[in-house]
């Protein structure tokens, strides 16, 4: 049996109705202005605004702990058609440098804080946007500024995002030789899809064959853990394109491949072309298939998924900052416009526009946003909602709250266990195989009241 008709055969033992009928249903598109999927808890949407001085003050407790650090580059080669990211494209060199100031004079902001002066960075991720846009001397700043003004592990994962575009030629193998000798240890590829028409359709500045030399000229630079961005949910994505799309990666061996399924956004460009043209989009029950697909593809490649969405070759390759902010309630530094952050159990958001940022670093004040305090109660529901992304690790959960998850939420757990959605053992609580494909809507039953 071909990967297509197995996935349709696994698909059609889902019982969809039985899920449906219980309010777990994959929905048809994702609207919302501002998150992805659900990768913070409480959403933005969820939060009110906050004076920074609640979240840092000069009374915070000042305790040694590691965190994840992350810097967001709001720079790219173009806008694709889906992006609802906050990014500026093809920026010049001076505005840049503006902005890697404001970076600079943000971080000297927050490290006059007593809850931040004993802080051990243990990863470092920095996004965007495309931070390898950047030129290289603008590349190196950035990862100064990080090194010098934080304490970095030796040890730490240390990963950049890059579009295939800015890592071929010259210039390109320059930008990753720049990369390993500032530390970046781990690099993501948004390749997205080896189509070429579909590429060409979402306004990337990249097509497959160049795609393909951006990963191999990152490996013969040296990068062995190189992940894979590919989405599926595409317009004009058929299951035997993203057949396609798993084989050349199958070709190429990364040392993981993330599959986050599309997120159409109001405020992207793939929205119009979605409510005019809703038939050139996969159904529903085909974006689930894919990820079936998936499932199967790097399941006999002997790839594990976790984080959920993730297929990692081997442990050492486990994108490890997502470990510590999902499955360990770890605490997160973010950088730059847009960031968001977890520290001192407070989740908080940092100016979503570029003038507002700068505006706020200007005048000397932190570019806080929106944020709350979590009560203990938030606190569980988002170890848990995260810790099943990743197998939530029973032990950790009780040392944190005297508690174990099955004695908190007792009718969630039930539901979920008598749909097929969650297992565990010994030690983990996790998502089952059907679970891991209705991830976020399991997640979305341990929102509180007040934040649904």
């Known amino acids: 049996m ?48 906050i004076n920074p001085s609640k979240i840092y003050s000069k009374d915070s407790p000042k305790f040694s ?40 004079k943000e971080i000297d902001l927050l490290l006059q804080c007593p809850n931040l002066q004993d802080i051990i960075v243990n990863s470092i991720y920095i996004g965007g946007g495309t931070p390898t846009y950047l030129s290289t001397n603008q590349l190196e700043r950035a990862f100064n500024l990080l090194k010098t003004k934080f304490k970095v592990k030796k040890d730490a994962e240390i990963t950049v995002e890059a579009g295939p575009e800015t890592l071929i030629g010259k210039e390109g193998e320059e930008k990753l030789k720049i990369l390993l000798q500032n530390g970046a240890n781990r ?24 795609a393909i030399n951006s990963f191999n000229l990152a490996r013969k630079a040296g990068f062995q853990n190189i ?3 590919l989405i599926p949910g595409l317009p004009d994505q058929t299951l035997n394109i993203w057949q396609n799309d798993l084989e050349q990666i199958g070709k190429l061996k990364p040392a993981s491949v993330t599959c986050y399924p599309l997120s159409i956004k109001q405020t992207a460009g ?61 605490e997160q530094l973010a950088l730059g416009v847009s960031g968001y952050s977890f520290i001192s159990d407070f989740q908080y958001f940092n100016f979503r526009t570029v003038p507002q940022y700068l ?75 059907k679970g891991k494909l209705f991830a976020d809507e399991v997640s979305k039953e341990f929102y509180s009241e007040e934040v649904k």
């Open 270 to 330: 793939i929205y119009p072309l979605y409510q005019k043209e809703k038939q050139r989009f996969p159904s529903r029950e085909d974006v689930i298939v894919m990820h079936i697909m998936a499932n199967e593809f790097f399941g006999k490649l002997e790839y594990t998924q976790r984080p959920v969405w993730w297929f990692t070759k081997t442990s050492e390759y486990v994108y490890r900052q997502q470990i510590h902010k999902w499955g360990e309630l770890g």
């Open 187 to 210: 690099l993501n590829i948004g390749f997205q899809t080896f189509n070429d028409d579909i590429l060409k359709l979402l306004r990337r500045r990249h097509n497959s064959k160049q």
């Open 359 to 433: 505006e706020a670093v200007k005048n000397n004040n932190l570019p806080i946003w929106k944020g709350i305090k979590l009560s203990k109660e938030d606190l569980m529901r988002r170890m848990i909602l995260f810790g099943l992304k990743t197998g939530l690790n029973k032990n950790l959960f009780q040392s944190k709250f005297r508690k174990m998850p099955k004695d908190i939420f007792k009718e969630i757990w039930e539901k979920l266990e008598n749909l097929g959605l969650i297992e565990e053992d010994k030690d983990t609580i996790q998502l089952t195989y």
């Open 2 to 49: 071909n990967l297509i008709s197995k996935s349709k055969e696994i698909f059609g033992q889902l019982n969809i109705k039985e899920l449906q009928k219980a309010g777990i249903e994959r929905e048809d598109i994702k609207v919302s202005s501002h998150s992805h999927h659900i990768v913070t808890y409480p959403p933005l949407d969820a939060l009110p605004e």
């Open 65 to 104: 702990r590691e965190i994840a650090l992350y810097l967001h580059l709001p720079f790219c080669t173009g806008k694709c058609l889906y992006c609802a990211y906050i990014i500026l494209p093809n920026q010049t060199k001076e505005f840049i440098d503006g902005y890697l100031d404001a970076v600079e």
């Open 227 to 229: 992940n894979i961005d």
